[in-house]
């Protein structure tokens, strides 16, 4: 119940598996994976991020963080900046 509530209400998946645990469920369903400090883990965001926006290729894709600050962008996005003011870029 508490996962089905959870999922109604969009609660990041951390929420419900410890409102679960703490309700005397035995497991969790998604077990919590230590994160990794190795190069090749921090570089796989880079590589899925660049590959999703090549794959957009015809169309703008922008990649942004949570400050709204660009991070990466396709090939399609220059032309379509080409003509606005820099200055709140």
């Known amino acids: 119940m508490v ?4 999922e109604r209400l969009d609660v990041p998946l951390r929420g419900p598996q410890r409102a679960a645990h703490r309700g005397g469920l035995v ?3 998604f077990p919590a994976r230590a994160r990794s400090t190795t190069r090749s883990s921090a570089a796989a ?3 899925r991020s660049t590959w999703i926006l090549a794959a957009h290729e015809a169309y703008p ?4 963080d949570a400050h709204w600050n660009l991070l990466a962008s ?3 996005v220059p032309p379509l900046l080409a003509g606005v003011d820099p200055s709140p870029l």
């Open 45 to 47: 965001p880079q590589r």
């Open 3 to 6: 996962l089905h509530l959870a």
């Open 74 to 76: 396709n090939k399609a």
């Open 61 to 64: 894709a922008l990649a942004l």
């Open 27 to 29: 497991a969790p369903s």
